[in-house]
């Protein structure tokens, strides 16, 4: 295996082993790896957190840092100016491996905001590149310098020359940076999840830039995500890696439309599709992703495969299930050995489980009730919905931006700008937007820990409506008795210096409910109650993962037995397989309860799953509320379009749309005036610079309300209409 | 494997499968995997034992040294240290330590003193002497650690006035220690009121205070202790003395602690756990005593920990110049003002001697802060 | 910018008016009254009646004493703001005259043991990050650690002790060689101060040397692991040019802006530096002051030494906002 590989691959990656050295002892992070990219294609690395995605990844140009990385063997291929080079001998080297960085092979990183040097012009920083490698007149490096700026579409290329990076949004960060690494035009461009720090508008204009580039540079991308959707519409091929292996490689149409592996059939079922079943259970993978030292030997997937076999304590092969298509599974062992991989399909032959490898059932729909919604619960619906939990009332949070010396206010910022909300009892109402368009606090303002700006505030646990814009804290600690809520970030949501017994049973003593060991009987329930054991209260949050600290967080939030539930992105953090599990909870235990929740999330697709109605919010203002199902089909403010449209599905080959939002989110403290999405829309029209529209009712809908001039007029694209045209997966998900 | 087949042979816990899997370290509490990281470092570990040892002496000097501070031994003014030794004039080794006798002389030229040994005398070190009286608390003793019978050990020697510099830099170190702790105990106080006060309730009140401690930052902290020090009567009493110097030491030093205590509670004020205990129903007082002072309490102590070093230089500052401390009274400082005299230095180098035992604490104090530091990040690799 | 310099230009007046309040809470704290510890005083040193009769009545003119302390502070802060520094009782002249060109020694001296701790630890940290675990980096961070240990008046006694003990040395090394002590200044004494100045500036510097070399290695670590610096590697730059051009100037920007918290520092051990080694500074010239109440002339001392500690705060400032573009850009 020591020589090069044909001509016709950029990169090749070989039987690639990493292995780390701590204190601890030393973990494999990368085992075996295998992987190449071919002349103009875009392949797909996905897997969860701690995969060695990233350490895979780097360890192409030098990256890792060693020690403590140790690279115990194997080989990586790279097509440079030179001819086809070993980069892994060039470690020795370094100005071999400085010679093909940038000129080469390129990079791109999750962080933009971070990614760009804070102290040195974005001119500085690309000419700098091109002077590395050719000899050129600066005149000319600057030429290109705004060639490329112009090509990667920032507007107004020479005046961004002289910019510092504080002075650029994310995208167009990741934008500059992408510039930095084309203009040496290498053939292979590696990007590390370079979308998983913007917004979903800002990932879709980026994804569609380096779409657009490959073309136009005739490069090759190796791609690395946690995102199925991202790779979907982008890769040609797709890797999927978990423990530091890959589990299955193939072309993206079969990867989504077979899958082989038991855990890409896991990973693309756990995730909320715009096609699933909503408030139904998402298949989910069992367990979390182990540490790297606590791997099970033999198949790494083996403790969390639903098709785990007595064989799977050893390593398994790599089965060639197709020409462009493996599997590192003991399933397909046998196949190949019998029929040659030529016969081979993606259905395991041993029949053993239907859900696997069929794809019209692979996405499983599992319903909460036996029976259809029938007209019974909707009638029982109905009649809660008389009664409303919460409502508020042209609700509005300023902050003044504060100045100088003496604290002048200068301006102000205007994060929730008159917003009118009801919730009904038992219902959930989604809050969906981008990051800064003030939906978190609008869950900070329903549960008083903000102070409202302005407006009204009615909650009643009761039946009754009261109003709590201003009753004193004691009052309020009352009223927060029926109030949970569940936070963002695990980490950080429970006290460290606590353990699980005092952290969920605050709640309890505080309001006096319990006290000495009813409170750890009371907690040891909570704890099952989520999924974890009574037991384990006497220990502390650094002994749980993610997920579970996300459980936990919920059994605090419940612990009062509230009635309503604010949940402000209670996923977002958590891996993908992670994330099914969290919202599969969060529904059965709001049916179990009967909760009314907001759900505020930024991923639409993750609200329309759990939601009965969403509100869409853009820059302190709902632009669209509905029902979710109405809200997705047929969207009536073009902001929701985009949104919907921005969401990367699992669904290779999805077109997009033809105009995505432009630009940037504006300023919160100087929001444009009229329709405050007129910046951005595609179908802006005069009056929208000049008069703000009101939120009212659709035409044809009950319950539908948008705030757009145009929305009787403008026919805009929702997801079923796309999920019609394209393949199984929709029909198989999607509503009946 | 043994983790691997306790994954496999165990059957999930329920649907979603949350499943045991917690190596030991995972399963003790925060401060003991702070105390397990400490333990780590061995540098720490060292300093924290000799400081103990350092403590601990100092507390219970009475015992530990051989003399009465202010017992002067008249013919032995300014007699170099007397190290104890096992092997005799005749090369013959001894199982006990002993010290030989020592002549007085004068040297014909410059009139100074001079102590010749006189190797035909030796005097056995012994443990647990009778020797001056003391009081230690409420008990009346006159127990020393060791000593020789009929003739005197100085093992770091004596002063101008024939005291026992060993024992006086005992003593000492019971003063300058315990300024470093009494100090930083007032400036503990100072600073998490101030900097709890500053951080959580914010807005204006932050503002003065913080404009406050700059001005304070910003002065000189030697001068402006020296200028402070003329406020302070001079016919007082010298536990007056000592306790108004080091309340004047911790007012200027509260200003450091108070930031960070304040930069702490602003991190912690906006971590979601507050967010959370408030939701559950805890005020603001509750937040800061169960949420904000714990979390701040580990990294407060660090900063604790580090700011003892510059009180007791402080003093020893002070008193070295002689603003400090008054005589009787003793401390390092106040026994290293002999040593600020060139001609006392050249004849009498181990005058020197209190300044080593300063540095060993001060650095005791450093190693110990540094290693508390690294071991206290909550979620780092263990 | 312009805002920025405003704003850190009326704060400097702000603090300097405090520190000058202190000042003068300091000088009024000491019990008794002080006309009378004045006459007292200088019938102690024989001097005649009438001269103490008019000093005493040129105090309680030019100091207001006896009116209200409101009053007291404004004269006393006008006259020090008119560059009179005031009198000193001990020594019966004005108090800047007795200053002298030991203000002027002192500021310089404590600038270049400023640059000094520049100079020798910003490669030194800078250093120990780049080979973070090699034996340069153990062996720094331990001396480090023992420097920021050992105050300066203990190292300037080490000092002493060695030059007394094994160079024999009677006197103790000044600024200058003992012809030039009292000589003018020229181009040869200041050569000849060089040559004793650097022994000075390690004694001096010492303690914040080791500390900054602790901060520069953090930093510089901190700053090494940044995405924005694998963007660099990712354009095939060297080593050097990503040390230099890219972490260099992020890493090193804590070290400018902890100036202002340095030079009080250097100032402090200056002072009692002064005192240990009799040199011609302010120190021994302060301790005097105190030792003898001299409580004008000491808070003169105080304030004088804090107002140069601020305007070097706003200069450090200043270099902070012209080195960083997100501080000079901030409206």
């Known amino acids: ?736 | 494997m043994e983790q691997n087949a306790a994954a496999n042979g165990q059957p999930p816990l329920n649907e979603t499968g949350v499943e045991e899997r917690f190596d030991v370290t995972k399963q003790v509490s925060y401060g003991r995997l702070i105390y397990l990281r400490f333990l780590r470092n061995h540098a720490a570990v060292v300093a924290a034992f000799a400081l103990v040892l350092i403590y601990l002496i100092t507390l219970v000097c009475p015992f530990f040294a051989p003399y009465d501070p202010n017992t002067r031994f008249i013919e032995k003014v300014a007699h170099p240290p007397l190290l104890p030794t096992f092997i005799d004039a005749d090369g013959k080794f001894h199982l006990r330590p002993f010290v030989f006798g020592t002549v007085q002389s004068r040297d014909p030229k410059t009139m100074e003193r001079v102590y010749t040994e006189d190797t035909t005398q030796r005097f056995p070190l012994q443990l647990f002497v009778r020797g001056d009286e003391y009081t230690f608390l409420f008990w009346d003793s006159d127990l020393h650690l060791f000593g020789a019978q009929d003739s005197p050990v100085f093992i770091l020697g004596t002063d101008t006035q024939g005291r026992d510099l060993f024992s006086r830099i005992l003593f000492g170190g019971r003063i300058s220690t315990t300024v470093g702790l009494i100090g930083v105990a007032i400036s503990l106080l100072l600073g998490i009121v101030v900097g709890m006060a500053s951080g959580y309730l914010g807005g204006a009140v932050d503002s003065i205070i913080q404009r406050g401690i700059e001005v304070l930052l910003s002065f000189p902290s030697l001068p402006l202790w020296m200028a402070l020090s003329l406020s302070l009567p001079r016919h007082w009493s010298s536990i007056r003395i000592f306790l108004l110097i080091t309340i004047l030491l911790s007012i200027v030093g509260w200003g450091g602690l108070a930031r960070v205590v304040r930069g702490m509670t602003l991190a912690v004020k906006s971590e979601e756990f507050v967010l959370a205990s408030r939701m559950g129903g805890g005020g603001t007082w509750w937040i800061l005593i169960r949420h904000i002072l714990p979390t701040n309490l580990s990294y407060v102590i660090v900063a604790a920990t580090l700011a003892v070093p510059g009180i007791i230089l402080g003093e020893t500052a002070l008193s070295f110049l002689g603003l400090g401390i008054q005589p009787p009274m003793i401390s390092w400082g106040v026994l290293l003002q002999d040593a600020q005299k060139v001609s006392f230095l050249s004849q009498m180098p181990w005058l020197i001697a209190p300044a080593f035992f300063i540095m060993a604490t001060v650095l005791a104090f450093n190693f110990i802060g540094d290693g508390l530091r690294d071991a206290l990040d909550p979620y780092s690799n263990f | 910018m312009r805002t920025y310099i405003l704003q850190r230009f009326i704060q400097m007046i702000i603090v300097m008016v405090v520190v000058m309040l202190v000042s003068f809470i300091i000088v009024e704290l000491p019990p008794g009254d002080f006309l009378t510890t004045l006459r007292e005083q200088l019938s102690e040193q024989n001097v005649d009646p009438k001269v103490i009769d008019s000093t005493v009545e040129m105090y309680r003119a030019r100091y207001g004493l006896g009116e209200n302390w409101f009053f007291r502070f404004g004269k006393w802060a006008w006259s020090l703001m008119k560059g009179d520094m005031g009198y000193s009782m001990q020594h019966n002249r004005p108090a800047s005259e007795l200053m002298g060109e030991r203000l002027s020694l002192t500021i310089w001296i404590s600038i270049a043991t400023l640059a000094f701790m520049f100079v020798v630890a910003v490669p030194i940290g800078m250093l120990s990050a780049i080979k973070q675990y090699s034996a340069w980096d153990h062996s720094f961070t331990f001396l480090a650690l023992l420097g920021v240990s050992v105050p300066s008046f203990i190292t300037a006694l080490v000092f002493l002790l060695l030059s007394v003990t094994l160079l024999g040395a009677t006197t103790v090394a000044g600024l200058f060689s003992p012809e030039y002590v009292t000589a003018e200044w020229s181009w040869a004494k200041f050569l000849d101060m060089l040559k004793h100045v650097w022994i000075i500036l390690f004694i001096v510097g010492l303690g914040d040397t080791a500390s900054t070399i602790r901060v520069m290695r953090a930093r510089m670590l901190d700053t090494l692991g940044e995405p924005y610096i694998d963007t660099a590697r990712m354009k095939g730059l060297s080593g050097a040019k990503i040390y230099f051009r890219h972490a260099l100037r992020v890493a090193i920007n804590p070290i400018i802006s902890s100036i202002g918290l340095r030079f009080p520092q250097i100032i402090s051990g200056s002072t009692i530096v002064a005192i240990v080694l009799t040199l011609p500074l302010i120190g021994p010239l302060l301790l005097d002051a105190l030792l003898g109440e001299d409580v004008y002339l000491a808070c003169s001392i105080l304030v004088v030494l804090t107002l140069a500690l601020v305007v070097g705060n706003f200069l450090a400032d200043l270099a902070l906002a012209w080195l960083d573009p997100r501080i000079r850009f901030e409206s």
């Open chain 1, 1 to 736: 295996m020591n020589s090069p590989p044909d001509s016709d691959k950029v990169l090749d990656i070989r039987n690639l082993r990493v292995s780390f050295s701590s204190i601890a002892g030393a973990t494999r992070a990368v085992n075996g790896v295998s992987l190449n990219v071919r002349s103009g294609e875009i392949v797909g690395l996905v897997g969860e957190s701690g995969c060695g995605k990233s350490v895979t990844i780097r360890s192409i140009v030098g990256l890792v840092p060693s020690p403590p990385a140790l690279f115990e063997d194997g080989e990586i291929w790279l097509r440079t100016r030179r001819g086809m080079t070993e980069t892994l001998s060039l470690y020795k080297n370094m100005k071999a491996l400085r010679q093909i960085r940038g000129r080469d092979v390129s990079m791109i990183f999750q962080e933009p905001m971070r990614s760009v040097h804070p102290m040195m012009t974005i001119g500085q920083q690309i000419t700098e590149g091109i002077l590395e490698h050719e000899v050129v007149d600066p005149a000319e490096a600057y030429d290109r310098t705004v060639e490329m700026l112009d090509l990667v579409g920032l507007p107004n290329p020479p005046a961004q020359m002289n910019r510092y990076a504080h002075e650029l949004s994310g995208g167009m960060r990741q934008r500059a940076l992408i510039a930095l690494a084309l203009v040496c035009h290498p053939q292979l461009l590696l990007a590390d999840e370079p979308t998983t720090a913007l917004d979903v508008t800002i990932q879709a204009q980026i994804l569609e830039l380096i779409r657009d580039l490959r073309e136009r540079m005739s490069m090759s991308v190796l791609l690395i995500t946690h995102n199925m959707g991202v790779v979907a519409n982008l890769a040609d091929r797709i890797s999927v890696m978990y423990l530091g292996r890959i589990m299955e490689t193939g072309t993206v149409e079969e990867i989504f439309k077979e899958p082989a592996h038991p855990y890409t059939q896991g990973l693309l079922a756990s995730m909320p599709s715009l096609f699933s079943q909503p408030k139904t259970h998402l298949q989910s993978l069992r367990g979390v992703v182990p540490e790297l030292a606590m791997a099970p030997k033999g198949c790494v997937f083996a403790d969390r495969c639903p098709h785990v076999m007595p064989i799977c304590d050893e390593t398994p092969p790599v089965v060639e299930l197709r020409a462009d298509h493996s599997a590192a599974c003991w399933l397909y062992d046998d196949v190949e050995a019998s029929q040659g991989p030529d016969a081979v399909t993606a259905r395991p032959p041993h029949g053993s489980d239907s859900t696997l490898g069929d794809s019209s059932q692979r996405v499983e729909v599992i319903p909460l009730t036996k029976t259809e919604p029938t007209a019974d619960a909707d009638q029982k619906k109905l009649a809660d919905s008389d009664t409303d939990l919460l409502q508020i009332e042209n609700v509005a949070l300023h902050y003044p931006i504060l100045r100088g010396l003496l604290r002048r206010q200068v301006g102000t910022v205007r994060a929730v700008d008159g917003v009118d909300l009801s919730i009904r009892r038992g219902e959930t109402l989604g809050l969906v937007g981008e990051s800064g368009c003030g939906k978190t606090s609008v869950g900070r303002l329903v549960t008083r820990l903000v102070e409202p700006s302005a407006g009204r505030i009615h909650f009643g646990a009761d039946g009754r409506l009261e109003e709590i814009t201003h009753i004193p804290q004691k009052e309020m600690k009352g009223v927060r008795r029926s109030m949970g809520m569940v936070f963002q970030d695990p980490l950080s949501s429970l006290n460290a210096r606590m353990n699980i017994r005092n952290i969920v049973g605050e709640p309890l003593m505080l309001h006096g409910m319990a006290r000495g060991s009813a409170v750890d009987e009371r907690v040891g329930e909570l704890l099952e109650m989520v999924g974890l054991r009574a037991a384990h209260q006497s220990r502390f949050p650094h002994a749980f993962s993610g997920g579970q600290r996300q459980r936990i967080a919920i059994a605090r939030a419940l612990a009062t037995e509230p009635s309503f539930l604010v949940a402000d992105e209670p996923v977002s953090a958590l891996d993908v397989s992670v994330q099914a599990q969290i919202l599969n909870l969060l529904l059965t235990l709001q049916q179990q309860l009967n909760l009314s929740m907001l759900f505020i999330a930024h991923d639409i697709a993750v609200v329309r799953h759990v939601s009965d109605r969403i509100a869409v919010m853009y820059l302190g203002k709902i632009v669209e509320l509905g029902n979710a199902r109405d809200i997705c089909v047929r969207p009536v403010h073009p902001y929701t379009e985009a949104l919907l449209a921005s969401i990367p599905l699992p669904i290779p080959g999805l077109a997009t749309l033809q105009e995505m939002p432009k630009g940037d989110l504006p300023d919160p403290a100087n929001p444009p005036t009229g329709c405050r999405f007129h910046t951005r829309c595609p179908y802006s029209q005069p009056i929208c610079e000049q008069e703000e529209p009101p939120l009212v009712p659709f035409a044809d809908a009950v319950d539908h309300f948008g705030a757009c001039h145009f929305q009787d007029e403008l026919h805009l694209q929702g997801v079923e209409e796309i999920g019609e045209i394209h393949g199984p997966a929709a029909a198989a998900g999607g509503e009946e």
